[in-house]
T-cell receptor, first 113, second 114 residues
Framework: DQQVKQNSPSLSVQEGRISILNCDYTNSMFDYFLWYKKYPAEGPTFLISISSIKDKNEDGRFTVFLNKSAKHLSLHIVPSQPGDSAVYFC????????????FGRGTSLIVHP | DGGITQSPKYLFRKEGQNVTLSCEQN?????MYWYRQDPGQGLRLIYYSQIVNDFQKGDIAEGYSVSREKKESFPLTVTSAQKNPTAFYLC?????????????FGQGTRLTVV
């Protein structure tokens, strides 16, 4: 049973527009959430994180929003650039998972020039 | 430079053979993990270790084995019992904390069974 879900396997966006990637989780003991970006044949690289005591964290073009009551987080990329095209993984840590990072299945983002 | 290193990047194995994937980190992290990535499956946890000489099965441990004799090293053996070993394997490490943390990944090993 998946504890971290990314229900959209792919997303296509025009350059300059906003990309919104969504993630849902079921384990209420997760207290730290991360987004990773992955290019083919490479390891994931850390993008941005958010602690459960916050509802928003911003880093340049990337903003992560957390809605604890809905067990939902989203990653906003504004403006989107072709170099953002990659697979984005949502991950969760927490005492409910023994602090083992649990990943969603990923969303493949394609940004068209 | 601190980091996590996986080798080799590409590996070919004949059916019926065991093969060992290397993972080394110099980040002084207590926890290390092995994930497998298949198309449409995301990252699935194979094994993890939170302390030297101890490791635990993840979600898909069958056909795999690991050891953690040193803090820096967490090799993964793909045995002949693994029915579908062709995949992209990722090693990661992290500190263990109740607060903010982050898992760092290696560059991955693409294993192909021929």
């Amino acid at each position: 049973d998946q504890q971290v879900k990314q229900n959209s396997p792919s997303l296509s966006v025009q350059e300059g527009r906003i990309s919104i990637l969504n993630c849902d989780y079921t384990n209420s003991m997760f207290d730290y959430f991360l987004w990773y970006k992955k290019y083919p044949a490479e390891g994931p690289t850390f993008l941005i994180s958010i602690s459960s005591i916050k509802d928003k964290n911003e880093d340049g073009r990337f903003t992560v929003f957390l809605n604890k009551s809905a067990k939902h987080l989203s990653l906003h990329i504004v403006p989107s650039q072709p170099g953002d095209s990659a697979v984005y993984f949502c991950a969760a840590f927490g005492s409910g998972g023994s602090y083992i990072p649990t990943f969603g299945r990923g969303t493949s983002l394609i940004v068209h020039p | 430079d601190g980091g996590i290193t996986q080798s080799p990047k590409y590996l070919f194995r004949k059916e019926g053979q065991n093969v060992t994937l290397s993972c080394e980190q110099n980040l002084n992290h207590d926890a290390m993990y092995w994930y497998r990535q298949d198309p449409g499956q995301g990252l699935r946890l194979i094994y993890y270790s939170q302390i030297v000489n101890d490791f635990q099965k993840g979600d898909i441990a069958e056909g795999y084995s690991v050891s953690r004799e040193k803090k820096e090293s967490f090799p993964l053996t793909v045995t002949s019992a693994q029915k579908n070993p062709t995949a992209f394997y990722l090693c990661a490490s992290s500190i263990i904390t109740g607060g903010n943390t982050e898992a760092f990944f290696g560059q991955g090993t693409r294993l192909t069974v021929v």
